[in-house]
């Protein structure tokens, strides 16, 4: 797990130099390094394009900023950190005295140290962000002000990758790639989403499984609009943000609050005895909101450390690779993983013998338990199995009625359909 762990930090501190926004090569550098880890299917959507209420913007992209000093030092420089330009702020090549530039200042006065993360995608506008003590040091006088971007037509660009099933049904994992040198919000999301998909195509899961790396609400939206035709395959979705901090998890439920995610999630979490906290949806947050819009209404819940707005550094220049640990990705992912363990197994079975309890033992089903340190157990749960399986319960109902371990549960399942007493 550490190893793993390690790795995914390691592509966070690779991902993190990178100036990223909701469009550009920001964002196509950024998916070029993921498509290292995981093949990626690249989409590009032209500026304009009428994606459900929205209009695809215009295409961002920026070489080089700056505020320099009478004297030419620059005084804040979009090289040491893509957070000091406003996001999407348009061309500027001035010199102005103080009092002018700071209408156009972003600072936390509360950590005077810190870095703001602010944009303005969709109002024309520019601006620098900058450290309040950085401020506070600047006389008055004259400064050079450069920001030297452009604002075109272009595209719009996301990234699927897709882990073949055994079925068509589709689990829906998602994660934005929109922010600049943010690590928690949302480089550890990209990691450890990665990481599982490494992990999955290994395996030959049930379901199939499908990857999306796109900007935060355009992104999404884009997405639903492009594949509106096909949405009735995503049974199941879950959203990765704030992965990587040493908070407890938190699992945010779908609109609908029972989905089969959400209760699998509950279940995993409860059962690992991690700490963890389980909130109600709101319409608020990350790509969750789109997914479960009602139109949509996707069983698609989000997982994270500590929340959004929830920690002091989100947003700030604080989010940097130190603030998030291999450790809390290593968790994050183990979580995910058996979640979707529990998720590829979950199964409705019926009794072939309904009639009276059938007898386990001359099927060998009793001698199969033989020297097993759990064998009350497992059979305990092939009984459970046996009384529930009437195409009405699942395996995880079983599970939470006889507060047995899903996986106990699930492997009584299997060696019972193995010896013909009941299908799925």
């Given at each position: 797990?550490?190893?793993?762990?390690?790795?995914?930090?390691?592509l966070?501190?690779?991902?993190y130099p990178?100036?990223?926004?909701?469009?550009?090569?920001?964002?196509?550098?950024?998916?070029?390094i993921?498509?290292?880890?995981?093949?990626?299917?690249?989409?590009?959507?032209?500026?304009?394009?009428?994606?459900?209420?929205?209009?695809?913007?215009?295409?961002?992209?920026?070489?080089?900023?700056?505020?320099?000093?009478?004297?030419?030092?620059?005084v804040?420089?979009?090289?040491?950190?893509?957070?000091?330009?406003?996001?999407?702020?348009v061309?500027?090549?001035?010199?102005?005295?103080?009092?002018?530039?700071?209408?156009?200042?972003h600072?936390?006065p509360?950590?005077?140290?810190?870095?703001?993360?602010?944009?303005?995608?969709?109002?024309?506008?520019?601006?620098?962000?900058?450290?309040?003590?950085?401020?506070?040091?600047?006389?008055?006088?004259?400064?050079?002000?450069?920001?030297?971007?452009?604002?075109a037509?272009?595209?719009?660009?996301?990234?699927?990758?897709?882990?073949?099933?055994q079925?068509?049904?589709?689990?829906l994992?998602?994660?934005?790639?929109?922010?600049?040198?943010?690590?928690?919000?949302?480089?550890?999301?990209?990691?450890?989403a990665?990481?599982?998909?490494?992990?999955?195509?290994?395996?030959?899961?049930?379901?199939?499984?499908?990857?999306?790396?796109?900007?935060?609400?355009?992104?999404?939206?884009?997405?639903?609009?492009?594949?509106?035709?096909?949405?009735?395959?995503?049974?199941?979705?879950?959203?990765?943000?704030?992965?990587?901090?040493?908070?407890?998890?938190?699992?945010?439920?779908?609109r609908?609050?029972?989905?089969?995610?959400?209760?699998?999630?509950?279940?995993?979490?409860?059962?690992?005895?991690?700490?963890?906290?389980?909130v109600?949806?709101?319409?608020?947050?990350?790509?969750?909101?789109?997914?479960?819009?009602?139109?949509?209404?996707l069983?698609?819940?989000?997982?994270s450390?500590?929340?959004?707005?929830?920690?002091?550094?989100?947003?700030?220049?604080?989010?940097n690779?130190?603030?998030?640990?291999?450790?809390?990705?290593?968790?994050?992912?183990?979580?995910?993983?058996?979640?979707?363990a529990?998720?590829?197994?979950?199964?409705?079975?019926?009794?072939?013998?309904?009639?009276g309890?059938?007898?386990?033992?001359?099927?060998?089903?009793?001698?199969?338990?033989?020297?097993?340190?759990?064998?009350?157990?497992?059979?305990?749960?092939?009984?459970?199995?046996?009384?529930?399986?009437?195409?009405?319960?699942?395996?995880?109902?079983?599970?939470?009625?006889?507060?047995?371990?899903?996986?106990t549960?699930?492997?009584?399942?299997?060696?019972l359909?193995?010896?013909?007493?009941?299908?799925?």
């Amino acid at each position: 797990m550490t190893t793993v762990g390690h790795q995914m930090h390691a592509l966070v501190e690779r991902l993190y130099p990178l100036c990223r926004s909701i469009t550009g090569d920001g964002v196509r550098a950024t998916l070029e390094i993921v498509g290292e880890y995981v093949p990626l299917r690249v989409h590009e959507v032209p500026t304009g394009t009428q994606v459900l209420d929205w209009t695809v913007p215009q295409e961002w992209n920026i070489r080089d900023a700056y505020i320099a000093d009478s004297a030419g030092n620059r005084v804040v420089d979009f090289a040491a950190s893509s957070l000091h330009v406003l996001g999407y702020s348009v061309p500027v090549s001035a010199t102005m005295p103080l009092a002018e530039l700071r209408g156009h200042l972003h600072t936390l006065p509360d950590h005077p140290a810190w870095v703001p993360y602010r944009t303005s995608y969709y109002q024309p506008a520019w601006g620098f962000c900058l450290a309040q003590e950085t401020l506070d040091a600047l006389p008055d006088g004259e400064y050079q002000v450069r920001i030297d971007s452009t604002l075109a037509d272009g595209h719009l660009t996301y990234a699927e990758h897709l882990v073949p099933g055994q079925v068509a049904d589709e689990v829906l994992v998602s994660c934005h790639v929109c922010h600049p040198s943010l690590a928690n919000d949302n480089l550890a999301g990209i990691a450890v989403a990665a990481f599982l998909a490494r992990a999955l195509a290994e395996q030959t899961p049930y379901y199939t499984y499908r990857f999306l790396f796109a900007p935060g609400t355009i992104g999404a939206v884009t997405w639903l609009a492009r594949n509106a035709e096909r949405i009735d395959r995503v049974k199941h979705g879950l959203v990765l943000a704030c992965a990587g901090d040493r908070g407890q998890l938190t699992y945010k439920q779908s609109r609908r609050g029972d989905a089969e995610i959400d209760r699998v999630l509950r279940h995993v979490l409860r059962a690992s005895q991690r700490p963890h906290r389980i909130v109600e949806f709101t319409p608020y947050g990350y790509d969750e909101r789109q997914f479960c819009s009602p139109g949509f209404d996707l069983g698609v819940g989000s997982l994270s450390r500590t929340p959004y707005a929830g920690y002091p550094e989100y947003h700030t220049s604080a989010d940097n690779p130190d603030f998030v640990s291999p450790e809390a990705m290593a968790d994050t992912l183990a979580v995910c993983r058996e979640a979707f363990a529990v998720l590829d197994r979950n199964r409705r079975y019926a009794n072939l013998s309904p009639y009276g309890e059938p007898q386990l033992g001359r099927r060998g089903l009793y001698d199969s338990l033989g020297g097993r340190s759990d064998a009350k157990q497992a059979e305990m749960a092939m009984l459970w199995v046996l009384s529930l399986s009437d195409g009405e319960h699942s395996l995880l109902d079983i599970a939470e009625r006889s507060a047995l371990p899903f996986d106990t549960v699930a492997a009584a399942a299997d060696a019972l359909h193995g010896a013909g007493l009941i299908k799925a």
